[in-house]
């Protein structure tokens, strides 16, 4: 029963190929977001969607293309993989109170995806 | 550059001594959080406190908030091996929406 789940938790590809991790959560949430973290620990917004519409779209590269089928569904695909890609990224969900980005964010395990 | 931005980077302490890591941020805001990182794993929320409040306590977790210097510190008293983690503080701003922003995090080790 958990929470957020995301798929797969490790990924290992070569440069300029396609992928795709998928995340799922079942708390029925209507925001979902993928952050990712690089190296050094920091961890970034890339993306956020609220009831499968894109509300959050940070400067990532247009090969990172997200997809939300529904609200308890949040994938990302991502073209031609570079280098500079190998991170940890995670999925999360929140509960948007009253529009004002409170509310706490509930994390997946990550997937942490290495490009060779 | 990171909204938040956690301070000191390490900390390295005994088990039953307290930590404290600080976080300044650089605009206004309406709530700001901190979450703990286990190594491998995703990050669970600790506690939120909200602008128009200067002291939050939760177990042995103590965070106080300053709105004029724009910083907020986490302390954890008696600290247990199991404490050993990392630390971030996020922050959602008035006009940043849904967004939630986070620093580079403290590393905590706490020897036994």
């Known amino acids: 029963d958990t929470a957020v789940s995301q798929t797969p938790k490790y990924l290992v590809t070569q440069m300029g190929n396609d992928k795709s991790i998928k995340c799922e959560q079942n708390?029925?949430?209507?925001?979902m977001y993928w952050y990712k973290q690089d190296s050094k620990k920091f961890l970034k917004i890339m993306f956020s969607y609220n009831n499968k519409e894109l509300i959050i779209n940070e400067t990532v590269p247009n090969r990172f293309s997200p997809k939300s089928p529904d609200k308890a569904h949040l994938n990302l695909h991502i073209n031609s993989l570079e280098l500079g890609d190998s991170a940890v990224y995670f999925c999360?969900?929140?509960?948007?109170?009253?529009?004002?980005?409170?509310?706490?964010?509930?994390f997946g395990e990550g997937s942490r995806l290495t490009v060779l | 550059s990171q909204q938040g931005e956690e301070d000191p980077q390490a900390l390295s302490i005994q088990e039953g001594e307290n930590a404290t890591m600080n976080c300044s941020y650089k605009?206004?805001?309406?709530?700001l959080q901190w979450y703990r990182q286990n190594s491998g794993r995703g990050l669970v929320h600790l506690i939120l406190i909200r602008s128009n409040e200067r002291e939050k306590h939760s177990g042995r977790l103590r965070v106080t908030l300053d709105t004029s210097k724009k910083s907020s510190s986490l302390l954890i008293t008696a600290s247990r091996a199991a404490d050993t983690a990392s630390y971030f503080c996020?922050?959602?701003?008035?006009?940043?929406?849904?967004?939630?922003?986070f620093g580079g995090g403290t590393r905590v080790l706490v020897k036994p």
């Open positions: 996020a922050t959602g701003g008035v006009a940043a929406g849904n967004k939630l922003t």
């Open positions: 999360a969900s929140r509960q948007e109170v009253l529009g004002k980005g409170t509310g706490e964010l509930f």
């Open positions: 605009t206004s805001i309406n709530n």
């Open positions: 708390l029925g949430h209507d925001t």
